[in-house]
T-cell receptor, first 115, second 114 residues
Framework: AQSVTQLDSQVPVFEEAPVELRCNYS??????LFWYVQYPNQGLQLLLK??????LVKGINGFEAEFNKSQTSFHLRKPSVHISDTAEYFC?????????????FGGGTRVLVKP | DAGVIQSPRHEVTEMGQEVTLRCKPI?????LFWYRQTMMRGLELLIY????????DSGMPEDRFSAKMPNASFSTLKIQPSEPRDSAVYFC????????????FGPGTRLLVL
């Protein structure tokens, strides 16, 4: 079984400041890793994913994440946030043998960008 | 493309009533997923289908829940009888077989069982 821990439930940040959202996972098998964003009253949208290769992954809207296998982490970063980045962010993992079909989500991190 | 379509967007019902949630996946997608989101348990996978066939329903909470996919463009999630603890947001997502890592989520159905 897999588990995902998002260490911060809420992160307030000022506009144009950097932000880092932390994600740690536990799994006895190899996994794919994902970050999703959920804007108010909307479904989830894929920000980025790590399947293999370079451990630094770039996604949409200027976000990037780094996979650290030794620390079982997949932290999400953005160097300069906008008001429109206010949303909830979910880290997720899926066993590679399940080919990404069985996502286990973290509890989410609410990002509030202040002017 | 219209994206994944879910209906209704909001549903309020009384305990004991039957509830049916509907989903239309993106045209051409042949994998469909049902998720539930609650404050207590977060996002959980309930069931997923490949080519209209249920592959894994281990996340379905109990026999009161059932899901069908009669054709490639339509799926239902039914709760009978409904209970207050079923109150949640239910999301449907779809993906192309061979590309399960890129799922497209619908806007969700917010269910309140009184």
């Amino acid at each position: 079984a897999q588990s995902v821990t998002q260490l911060d439930s809420q992160v307030p940040v000022f506009e144009e400041a950097p932000v880092e959202l932390r994600c740690n996972y536990s799994s006895s098998v190899s996994v794919y890793l994902f970050w999703y964003v959920q804007y108010p009253n909307q479904g989830l949208q894929l920000l980025l994913k790590y399947l293999s290769g370079s451990t630094l992954v770039k996604g949409i809207n200027g976000f990037e994440a780094e996979f650290n296998k030794s620390q079982t982490s997949f932290h999400l970063r953005k160097p300069s946030v906008h008001i429109s980045d206010t949303a909830e962010y979910f880290c997720a993992v899926s066993p590679t043998r399940a080919a990404g079909n069985k996502l286990t989500f973290g509890g989410g991190t609410r990002v509030l960008v202040k002017p | 493309d219209a994206g994944v379509i879910q209906s209704p967007r909001h549903e309020v019902t009384e305990m004991g009533q039957e509830v049916t949630l509907r989903c239309k996946p993106i045209s051409g997608h042949n994998s469909l997923f049902w998720y539930r989101q609650t404050m207590m348990r977060g996002l959980e996978l309930l069931i997923y289908f490949n080519n209209n066939v249920p592959i894994d329903d281990s996340g379905m909470p109990e026999d009161r829940f059932s899901a069908k996919m009669p054709n490639a463009s339509f799926s239902t999630l039914k709760i009978q009888p409904s209970e207050p603890r079923d109150s949640a947001v239910y999301f449907c997502a779809s993906s192309l077989a061979g590309h399960p890592n890129t799922k497209y989520f619908g806007p969700g159905t917010r269910l309140l069982v009184l």
